[in-house]
């Protein structure tokens, strides 16, 4: 009887573990990683599915929560993924966001969505419907061709005169 308690105690103890990501192949169906779970435990081709719609390849040294079937180490599946070091914080409640550890984010705020690109360029494949208002605080390029020297009634735009394009 004791023997049976301390096998269910120690699978219990082995069913789940924390670690950090050593390796990442995204290159086939499911994501492996190895992950190290301690100084003498690294566990190799470890699947790390990923939500519909979401995927990552998450930076070495992410940090790793993962389950393990019966308390059995060789049969493992990465749980959770999360690298604090870039982590958003400070988000209020019900906000959602994704980012990157290059500062790239798209935050689902409480007053609108806020698209930051850290600087890198934004592309977008496809046409664009827009309802509502643009407003640009930069140049505005159509077609290779900026419309900063576009003139109506030979005034540049963004004066208070107006007229016919020239």
Known sequence: MIAAIERLYRCAMLAFGRGRITFVDDSGIVQKVQVRFGPLEIIDNMPAPHDYGFTCHPPIGSDVFASFLGGNRSNGLVVSIGTQA?????????????????GQSVHLTQSGIVISSAGLPITINGDIQLNGSLNATGDIVADGVSLDHHKHGGVRVGTDESGAPV
């Open 86 to 102: 870039y982590r958003m914080k400070n988000l209020a409640s019900g906000e959602v966001a994704i980012y990157d550890a290059l």
